[in-house]
């Protein structure tokens, strides 16, 4: 079985530009979730989706990030614009979120340094 | 804030058992203790994860005291694959009916840094 994808794997950019991440979470796991951890710490819930709709987006900084998930597969995150705070690694990870089927899976994560 | 507390560190020597301690004196009836570790340069791998009764499967085995305010992680015979950051959460699982909640996300902490040596 597949793991989550997720690309690009680094992205180094300047303070003020656009950036985007993708992930293609399992085959057929409904719940797609994005991540930030910075160095040192623990992954930090962005957003979740279930399908295409938004569970939870009660952490996602909305002044600048966004995220999609328009056919209930593949997502996208966006950060417009960076800043040098958003230096970290984006994870993404899904779940079949089905009764007893709740494990998160990972992906490797993008690591994102904003100069 | 992270339910759980766990030391920041530990070493282990390669072939003994690692014991990971993790103390949640807050967990509610209805939230499972999860473990997962975070091998470097990695995203977090699930590792196991329980109720009440012990647990165990290929990876690991996860004890739970009675009173389910602490538990125990083992790694069995830790190999110098194991050496990773491990993360101890408490979770309410189960299906969520209504959208907007939140009882069912992973709330990482620092976890342990476990140091595998030969």
């Known amino acids: 079985e597949a793991g989550v994808a997720q690309s690009p794997r680094y992205k180094i950019i300047e303070k003020r530009q656009s950036v985007a991440f993708w992930c293609n979470p399992i085959s057929g796991h409904a719940t797609l979730y994005w991540y930030q951890q910075i160095l040192g710490q623990g992954p930090k819930l962005l957003i979740q989706f279930q399908n295409n709709g938004v569970v939870d987006d009660s952490q996602l900084p909305k002044d600048r990030f966004s995220a999609e998930r328009l056919k209930g597969v593949d997502s996208t995150l966006k950060i417009q614009p960076a800043k040098l705070e958003d230096s970290a690694v984006y994870l993404c990870a899904s779940s079949l979120d089905r009764q007893g089927k709740e494990t998160q899976y990972f992906g490797p994560g993008t690591r994102l340094l904003v100069l | 804030d992270a339910k759980t507390t766990q030391p920041p560190s530990m070493d282990c020597a390669e072939g003994r058992a690692a014991n990971l301690p993790c103390n949640h004196s807050?967990?509610?009836?209805?939230?499972?203790v999860y473990w997962y570790r975070q091998i470097h340069s990695q995203g977090p791998q699930y590792i196991i994860h329980g109720l009440k009764n012990n647990e165990t499967n290929e990876m690991a085995s996860l004890i739970i005291t009675e009173d389910r305010k602490s538990s125990t992680l083992i790694l069995p015979h830790a190999t110098l694959r194991d050496t990773a950051v491990y993360y101890c959460i408490v979770r309410v699982a189960g299906i969520r009916k209504n959208y907007g909640g939140s009882q069912g996300n992973l709330i990482f902490g620092k976890g342990t840094k476990l140091s595998v040596k030969p």
């Open positions: 807050t967990i509610s009836g209805n939230e499972y």
